[in-house]
């Protein structure tokens, strides 16, 4: 097939992964990226679902697709991803212009959908949404970077959080054998990559439904992060994201002991009210994250925590929420995600009664950011004067300046000539609540 492709991906990082797939997916089928959709022949969305903002965002580039297929019916606009999972065919009705769908799980029928989509004729759009036994994160992808790589660990997951939609649309928690990880790394060192991000929608439940004898919860996975820092070549290993019901000893050791893994743990909380939680089916107290919390700090002093948390919940009182602020206070974040509660359909949370109005949860938001913010900017300004490891990714945004990160995935952006996928030493000079700013030593 020859022409040109315009994708557009929202979502997390798994969703970043998948958007690298996509791309070595039509490039093998003879399809060239541009930039601007009304230059392509072919327009693919690459959606989220777990925010109804995500759902917002959508909605408008569609509309840009709707303009131009109408403008020329040849072009073919097809939707991947999270939300034609969730809504299967009910997709097709609600975007009739779209040519052809699949799910996550799916990502390798891509070729297929293509060529289904130009013959398909008058039967109606084609669409794949079993949750089969192909899991897509040994699909080859193309990198942004060369020297940075995302790898996908495991696909799934079995918590049900009333809030989420993502077992829905992802499947239940499945992992990758070790050894097939383990060869998949060694040709990403070959190929150039000093720094793997390992990923999973509860990575640390790596290994829990292989068929061996269960281990402590975070074993396997602290297991497979030893194996992996034994690689020669490979300098940094990051993982995300961490459920911290399975934040075990073993993995806390293996980010204070192992050279190549990085300082730093997103440890998503969410609340910190025990009945929020229990709503929420997070499986924790607030006592116990706040026990993993200092675990991890006593066991690795530079170590940065970040998290994601939610304001107004169903049924989150006045009080639920200034015991969030509390947690946030003692926990002492390094960076934060913060939400405003989107009920997703189909989701156990979104029958709950007492929803919080959104005014109120958008004022509860608002604290949390304030307060997060003023916590990332004393982290930040504790690394003034001192020396830290930065790997150089480019240019910064303005092309003034070079720009990296650090150990503790803090944005680093630093005077002097650097080159992309460096380790350079960088004295620190500046801070904010979003990066660093420093100059080569």
Same mark, same amino acid.
């Given at each position: ?34 930039? *601007?959709?009304?230059? +392509?022949?072919?327009?693919? =969305? ?18 840009? @697709? *709707? ?50 989509? +130009? ?19 040994? $699909? ?22 009333? =809030? ?14 070790? !050894?097939?990880?383990?060869? #998949? ?13 390992? $990923? ?18 975070? #074993?396997?996975? !602290? ?47 969410? +609340?910190?009210?025990?009945?929020? $939680? ?8 607030? @006592?116990?994250?706040?026990? &993993? ?31 969030? $602020? ?5 926990? !002492?974040?390094?960076? @934060?995600?913060?939400?405003? =509660? ?21 004022? &509860? ?20 004067? &001192? ?7 480019? &240019?910064?945004?303005?092309? @003034? ?29 500046? *801070? ?10």
């Amino acid at each position: 097939m020859q022409g040109r492709y315009y994708l557009r991906s929202f979502g997390c990082q798994m969703n970043d992964h998948d958007a690298e797939r996509i791309r070595a997916l039509l490039e093998a089928e003879g399809l060239e990226q541009v930039d *601007a959709p009304d230059a +392509a022949d072919v327009l693919v =969305y690459n959606t989220c679902t777990v925010r109804r903002s995500a759902d917002e965002r959508l909605a408008g580039h569609l509309g840009t @697709a *709707a303009r131009l297929k109408r403008s020329d019916p040849s072009r073919l606009v097809l939707v991947t991803g999270c939300l034609p999972q969730a809504e299967q065919t009910d997709l097709f009705t609600r975007f009739p212009f779209v040519d052809g769908a699949l799910g996550p799980q799916n990502l390798y029928r891509l070729p297929e959908l293509l060529r289904a989509t +130009a013959r398909r004729a008058d039967q109606g759009p084609p669409g794949y949404f079993d949750d089969g036994p192909v899991l897509s994160g040994g $699909l080859t992808g193309r990198r942004e970077r060369p020297f940075q790589a995302w790898l996908q660990v495991m696909s799934g997951c079995t918590n049900f959080c009333t =809030y989420c939609i993502v077992p829905y649309v992802r499947g239940p928690e499945r992992s990758r054998p070790p !050894a097939e990880l383990v060869a #998949a790394a060694e040709a990403l060192v070959a190929d150039g990559v000093r720094e793997i991000t390992l $990923l999973g929608q509860n990575v640390n439940a790596y290994g829990l439904d292989l068929e061996t004898d269960r281990a402590a919860p975070g #074993a396997r996975f !602290a297991e497979l992060l030893q194996q992996l820092d034994a690689l020669p070549g490979l300098d940094r290993i990051r993982f995300m994201t961490s459920h911290p019901k399975d934040l075990g000893d073993d993995l806390i050791a293996a980010v204070a002991t192992l050279p190549s893994v990085c300082e730093h743990v997103h440890l998503p909380v969410q +609340a910190g009210s025990d009945a929020v $939680l229990r709503a929420m089916r997070r499986g924790y107290t607030a @006592a116990q994250y706040l026990e &993993r919390v200092h675990a991890l700090r006593e066991a690795v002093p530079e170590v940065s925590i970040t998290t994601d948390l939610i304001a107004g919940f169903p049924g989150e009182t006045d009080r639920d929420f200034e015991n969030t $602020l509390d947690l946030v206070r003692e926990a !002492a974040f390094d960076g @934060a995600f913060t939400f405003v =509660y989107s009920a997703r359909p189909g989701t156990q949370a979104a029958r709950l009664p007492d929803q919080v109005p959104l005014e109120l949860r958008r004022e &509860r938001v608002e604290r949390l950011i304030e307060l997060t913010q003023q916590q990332a900017l004393d982290a930040h300004r504790a690394w003034v004067g &001192r020396r830290v490891e930065v790997l150089v990714e480019g &240019r910064s945004r303005d092309g @003034a300046l070079y720009r990296g990160r650090t150990r503790q995935n803090v944005t680093v952006n630093l005077d002097g000539d650097a080159d992309a996928g460096a380790i350079v030493t960088v004295e620190v000079t500046a *801070a904010t609540s979003t990066t660093l700013r420093g100059t080569t030593v």
